[in-house]
Each structure stands twice: as structure tokens, then as C-alpha cells.
């Protein structure tokens, strides 16, 4: 017999469905495809840096959407820390690049590489419906 007072956990997987991506990523079953598209904008949006600082065009899109569905929210808040994040850590290794007579501009350029590689695999794993954390990221939202 089931609790009356029982309130099912909204991540909880419906029966039947794994709540663990093929990726072994938590995995939302009820995202729609619009969700999940808007989620991979949000992380690809950090390639606006040749244009704009990618900051501001994610910061955007997550405010537009943000109380429609909690996965954008959690990959808005991703995507945006790890913006700032390498923002961060690319102003300190320009810095310490002048410092070093150019040797951690290296580190920064490596730093660029690691940002457009995760920026893609969030996006890939937004696209699946699935969360994503980055690595080395502070969390500022």
C-alpha cells in the first residue's frame, strides 16, 4: 500500500526508464526536445566569444528561460559558471604570461582548447537530456 503522504522525488525516473544515460549521466526522461535544444544552445553559445563575451549571450538565454523547465536552468547555471570561469582563469594566465615572458600563455591557450572541448561535450550532453557538470569550475550561481 502506498503513503498518502508520499511526494515522489520530479528526478525520480518513471517505471521503467533508467534515470542513467548511456554516458552514466543523470538523465531526465520528461525533457522535450525544445528543453534539451535550448540546454545545447546554452552551452554552444560560449563560441559567441568571436563576437560578443559569451557570458552576456548565455547570461541572456538562461534569464529568458530559466523558471520554464528546471534542466535549463541547471545547464544555464553550468554553462554560465564555466564562462566565468574561464574568463577568470584566462585573465590570470594573460598575467602571469606578461610575468613569465610569454611561457603561461601557453597555459592559457590550453585553457581556450579545454573551454571549446567542454563546451561541446555539454552541449552533446544537454542534446541527449542529459546533466552536465563541468570540471575545474568555480560555481558561482
Known amino acids: 500500500m502506498i503513503d498518502p503522504a508520499y511526494q515522489p522525488d520530479p528526478f525520480e525516473p518513471a517505471p521503467g526508464v533508467s534515470a542513467v544515460g548511456g554516458s552514466g549521466r543523470l538523465r531526465d526522461p520528461s525533457v522535450t526536445s525544445d ?3 535550448f ?4 552551452h554552444l553559445s560560449f563560441f559567441a566569444w568571436l563576437v560578443w563575451v559569451p557570458v552576456i549571450v548565455t547570461l541572456i538565454l538562461w534569464l529568458v528561460k530559466k523558471g520554464d523547465s528546471p534542466f535549463i536552468d541547471d545547464h544555464g547555471r553550468e554553462s554560465i559558471n564555466m564562462q566565468l570561469s574561464m574568463l577568470l582563469y584566462s585573465l590570470v594566465g594573460t598575467v602571469l604570461g606578461f610575468l613569465t615572458c610569454g611561457v603561461a600563455w601557453f597555459v592559457a591557450g590550453a585553457i581556450l ?6 563546451s561541446i561535450l555539454g ?6 537530456g ?3 557538470r563541468y570540471p575545474a569550475v568555480i560555481r558561482f550561481l
Open 130 to 132: 542529459e546533466y552536465y
Open 39 to 42: 540546454a545545447l544552445f546554452e
Open 123 to 128: 552541449a552533446a550532453a544537454a542534446n541527449r
Open 35 to 37: 528543453e534539451r535544444t
Open 113 to 118: 582548447i579545454a573551454a571549446i572541448v567542454f
